[in-house]
């Protein structure tokens, strides 16, 4: 299955759901973005909303892939806690908004 990953890109942090693809031909890369869930801030909302809703907000690409409201429930941990569920750290900075 696939575990959470982070980019750094213009001082901002995106999440990804990455799976482990091993040794590729013709490539030195191991693993593949497989889901995209935004800026980090903004993915925890989203996460939190397809929880309460989970059967008409998750997405089907997620569900065809095999992931369920066990492993959606474990990457909000995961961001909330800045711990993985194997106790690695998940340095994750969530930045609130300026309230005018």
């Given at each position: 299955m696939g575990y959470?990953?982070?980019?750094k890109s213009n001082g901002k942090q995106y999440i990804y759901l990455t799976e482990y693809?091993?040794?590729q031909k013709y490539s030195t890369k191991k693993e593949h973005h497989v889901y995209a869930f935004?800026?980090?801030r903004m993915a925890l909302i989203?996460?939190?909303r397809w929880r309460r809703?989970?059967?008409s907000e998750f997405p089907e690409?997620?569900?065809s892939l095999g992931y369920n409201?066990?492993?959606l429930k474990?990457?909000?941990e995961t961001i909330q806690t800045g711990k993985t569920s194997n106790g690695r750290k998940f340095g994750v900075t969530i930045k609130k908004r300026a309230v005018f």
């Open positions: 959470l990953s982070q980019v693809i091993g040794n935004g800026e980090v989203r996460m939190r809703k989970f059967s690409e997620l569900k409201a066990d492993d474990v990457w909000i």
